[in-house]
């Protein structure tokens, strides 16, 4: 982990409210990890607390890195209105991502993202394609207009999409997009709001490696202030962090 002024290099808005800000610096070197997130100062003294953004991919040739976000409050607005040249002091990579190691090449693995949740999950497929596993997306968005990443997820593997209004691909959700597959996958893979998880860890209880990428309030980012610890099924006493320990656990492993 790192901590460093990166510099922006692009930003772009890519769907009402979605920006996709690419940042260069030193520490995209130490990103290993699918599913590991950035930790972003906000340039104003009244915004104390750091902004957990997923990283979306990386690039270590280029030394460039790029993060997909959406527009909620005071922080997320500051950054939409930075440009190239900008610098943004950024803490990373954090956190314990996805972890792939177990999959071999032939393998089938479904990707399960919504909204906001879909981002990290684009260098996971990369990652996955390049180890020769097949990939399936499953990715649901609230209507047309929010949708992105549509043709890059395309170009990794077989991409099914849901909206809550039918403007694209199925009408309902990721969970009818699951239902309705009948290829069995050996892992799956999901980011998404608490409903969306939730969904994955019932439909496939019966699969060992499922792996789930939670969202929590942060403080300090890095496993010192317990502002972002979660309980864990067996033993009400024993807490894990989100920020440390996670963001990605395995299904069962913590309550959410
Ligand atoms: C591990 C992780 C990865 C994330 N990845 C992404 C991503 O790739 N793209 C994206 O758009 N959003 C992502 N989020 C959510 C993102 O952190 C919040 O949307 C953002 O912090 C809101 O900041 P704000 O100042 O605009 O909103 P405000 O509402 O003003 O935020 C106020 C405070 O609450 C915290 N906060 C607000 N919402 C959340 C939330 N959902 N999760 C955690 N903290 C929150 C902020 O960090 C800040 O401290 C991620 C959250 C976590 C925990
Ligand atoms: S945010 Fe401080 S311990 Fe996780």
Redesign the pocket.
């Known amino acids: 982990m790192k901590q460093e002024m990166m510099t922006i290099v692009g930003q772009q808005e890519l769907a009402p409210r979605i920006y996709e800000l690419v940042l260069a610096g030193e520490l995209v070197q130490q990103m290993k990890m699918p599913g590991q997130?950035l930790h972003i100062r906000?340039p104003r003294n009244d915004?104390l607390?750091?902004?957990?953004?997923?990283i979306?991919q990386y690039d270590q040739d280029a030394g460039t890195c790029t993060?997909?976000?959406?527009?909620?409050?005071?922080?997320?607005?500051f950054f939409a209105e930075l440009s190239a040249g900008d610098q943004l002091d950024v803490m990373g990579p954090l956190?314990h991502g996805f972890e792939i190691d177990q999959l071999n090449a032939g393998d089938t693995a479904f990707i399960v993202g919504g909204g906001?949740?879909v981002?990290?999950l684009y260098q996971l497929s990369k990652e996955l394609n390049e180890k020769g596993i097949k990939v399936i997306h499953f990715l649901g968005f609230g209507t047309q207009e929010v949708v992105y990443y549509a043709d890059e997820f395309q170009a990794l593997g077989e991409t099914r999409f849901s909206t809550d209004d039918g403007t694209f691909g199925l009408q309902g959700n990721v969970g009818n997009l699951l239902l309705a597959e009948t290829t069995q996958p050996d892992a799956v893979f999901a980011c998404g709001n608490n409903g969306l998880l939730k969904t994955v860890e019932q439909l496939y209880n019966q699969l060992e490696n499922v792996q789930l990428?939670?969202?929590?309030?942060?403080?300090c980012g890095m496993g010192a202030c317990y502002a972002?610890v979660c309980h864990v099924p067996e033993d009400e006493n024993k807490s894990v962090k989100?920020?440390e320990d996670?963001?990605v656990f395995q299904a069962g492993e913590v309550i959410f």
Do not use: Q
């Open positions: 997130f906000v915004l607390l750091r902004r957990p953004i997923s979306n993060v997909i976000y959406r527009v909620e409050g005071d922080g997320t607005k956190g906001i949740g981002p990290p990428s939670l969202e929590s309030r942060m403080a972002c989100v920020c996670g963001p």
